[in-house]
Nanobody, 115 residues
Framework: QVQLVESGGGLVQPGGSLRLSCVGS????????MSWYRQAPGKELEFVAR????????TYAPSVQGRFTISRDNAKNTVYLQMNSLKPEDTAVYYC????????WGQGTHVTVSS
């Protein structure tokens, strides 16, 4: 069965950086687009970034454009989210999403940006 496991979250000070990872299994990872979403406390789920199968096309939410970078290593079945210049408003649970025959989600990893 399809599984997505995120890691890399934690507590970071404003202006700091984190790199999230999401390892996929149970499907041919390199054949499917992958995305990151986030949900802040009391708010709705929000799109963050998406990359295509070959990583040639990446799209970002305006709120993270220029600060976050999505990438993938298909040989490792892993998608990454490099987050730089973090702000308190980036605090959220971050989820990866796989677009297979249907949409699959990971369990999420918590990111807290606070001094």
């Amino acid at each position: 069965q399809v599984q997505l496991v995120e890691s890399g979250g934690g507590l970071v000070q404003p202006g700091g950086s984190l790199r999230l990872s999401c390892v996929g299994s149970g499907f041919i990872f390199g054949n499917h687009p992958m995305s990151w979403y986030r949900q802040a406390p009391g708010k709705e789920l929000e799109f963050v970034a998406r990359t295509t199968e070959s990583d040639l096309w990446r799209t970002y939410a305006p709120s993270v454009q220029g600060r976050f970078t999505i990438s993938r290593d298909n040989a490792k079945n892993t998608v990454y989210l490099q987050m730089n210049s973090l702000k308190p408003e980036d605090t959220a649970v971050y989820y990866c999403k796989a677009e297979v025959e249907k949409v699959y989600w990971g369990q999420g990893t918590h990111v807290t940006v606070s001094s």
